[in-house]
């Protein structure tokens, strides 16, 4: 059973917003710190945010401070990723990642981390 499972990718123009979802299938995730990365066609995987098993510290990359907000509902197993301001480098396949280690305004460890299959997130200009 695949223990993470993204949702919520499309295709929208600049400026837009999609909201991405990340499911966990055991009540370990929802206690856990989750991050959320993302890689474009011919580039490394890369940081994009990061949320706190309880949901009260967060940290984002430089790219998408102001424009995204993650945030986590534990009750539903849920950690979310709202994107706004869309813009088209921000086009890339999306994926969570839990548990990782993590540290206020640092880039979290995934030595550990389940990921999931990741979702297709375009961006028109």
């Known amino acids: 059973q695949v223990p993470l499972v993204e949702s919520g990718g499309g295709l929208v123009q600049a400026g837009g917003s999609l909201r991405l979802s990340c499911a966990a299938s055991t009540r370990t995730f929802s206690t856990a710190g989750t991050g959320w990365f993302r890689q474009a066609p011919g580039k490394e995987r890369e940081f994009v945010a990061a949320?706190?098993?309880?949901?009260?510290?967060?940290t984002y990359a430089d790219s998408v401070k102001g424009r995204f907000a993650i945030s986590r509902d534990n009750a539903k197993n849920r950690v979310y990723l709202q994107m706004n301001s869309l813009k088209p480098e921000d086009t890339a396949v999306y994926s969570c990642?839990?548990?990782?280690?993590?540290?206020?305004?640092?880039?979290?460890?995934?030595?550990?981390?389940?990921w999931g299959q990741g979702t297709q997130v375009t961006v028109s200009s």
């Open positions: 990642a839990a548990p990782i280690r993590y540290y206020s305004g640092t880039i979290p460890g995934t030595q550990n981390a389940y």
């Open positions: 949320i706190d098993w309880s949901g009260t510290s967060t």
